[in-house]
């Protein structure tokens, strides 16, 4: 079992960052991949960024967000630079033993609660 805590959202203007954290409980983090997901409200839960032995991303988050873990703290990062207003949502932290589908919602076994990213433009 993991447990997944997320912080690090808030209200931030457009063209400015934050860096979201997600601490996970257990032993075996190393062995998870891990993943950052977000949902606007009336939307589906969207894949962002996920990292295994390699790093992942959706094309409306290349070149902006980037995805980084310290297994020695048991923590992933999301660093999202020039965000956009069309970047808030909830975002959520997953974690899979699967490393090979990492993409959807329905690769993630375990989940945290969600942290809210709000842009103002």
């Known amino acids: 079992q993991v447990q997944l805590v997320e912080s690090g959202g808030g209200l931030v203007q457009a063209g400015g960052s934050l860096r979201l954290s997600c601490a996970a409980s257990?032993?075996?983090?190393?062995?998870?991949?891990m993943g950052w997901f977000r949902q606007a409200p009336g939307k589906e839960r969207e894949f962002v960024a996920a990292?295994?032995?390699?790093?992942y991303y959706a094309d409306s988050v290349k070149g902006r967000f980037t995805i980084s873990r310290d297994n020695a703290k048991n923590t992933v990062y999301l660093q999202m630079n020039s965000l956009k207003p069309e970047d808030t949502a909830v975002y959520y932290c997953?974690?899979?033993?699967?490393?090979?589908?990492?993409?959807?919602?329905?690769?993630?076994?375990?989940w945290g609660q969600g942290t809210q990213v709000t842009v103002s433009s």
């Open positions: 257990g032993r075996t983090f190393s062995r998870y991949a």
């Open positions: 997953a974690a899979t033993y699967n490393i090979v589908r990492i993409s959807t919602t329905d690769d993630y076994d375990y």
């Open positions: 990292i295994t032995w390699s790093t």
